[in-house]
């Protein structure tokens, strides 16, 4: 399975942009769709932004889209998720995991993934 490191959280103000980053080893890193996930205190997880193997279909969920950019770069198994004007709603424990996938639910765009196993996490937190 994918093991994966997840960093770059931080605390930000209203308005500002963090990016975050995920190594991954254990598998061939580009055999796998990639993606972001996040938790909220008192919250489920939740899908975020999914990028295919070789980086150029991502999705992302209504709240995010605008606003955050995942990429990837296969040559050093690292993931990233650029987040610009960044929103207190977006505080919350991110996570990084592989065999993402993204569908349709009600008409909005959901990104959920196969397999239990989760990284450690990066805090991000936005002061209003």
């Known amino acids: 399975q994918v093991q994966v490191v997840e960093s770059g959280g931080g605390l930000v103000q209203a308005g500002g942009s963090l990016r975050l980053s995920c190594t991954a080893s254990?598998?061939?890193?580009?055999?796998?769709?990639m993606g972001w996930f996040r938790q909220a205190p008192g919250k489920e997880r939740e899908g975020v932004s999914c990028?295919?193997?070789?980086?150029?279909?991502?999705y992302y969920v209504d709240s995010v889209t605008g606003r955050f950019t995942i990429s990837r770069d296969n040559a050093k198994n690292t993931l990233y998720l650029q987040m610009n004007s960044l929103k207190p709603e977006d505080t919350a424990m991110y996570y990084c995991a592989a065999d993402c996938y993204s569908a349709m639910d009600k008409g909005t765009v959901v990104v959920a993934r196969a397999g239990n196993y989760w990284g450690q996490g990066t805090q991000v937190t936005v002061s209003s």
């Open positions: 254990g598998s061939t890193f580009d055999d796998h769709t």
């Open positions: 990028i295919d193997w070789s980086g150029i279909n991502t």
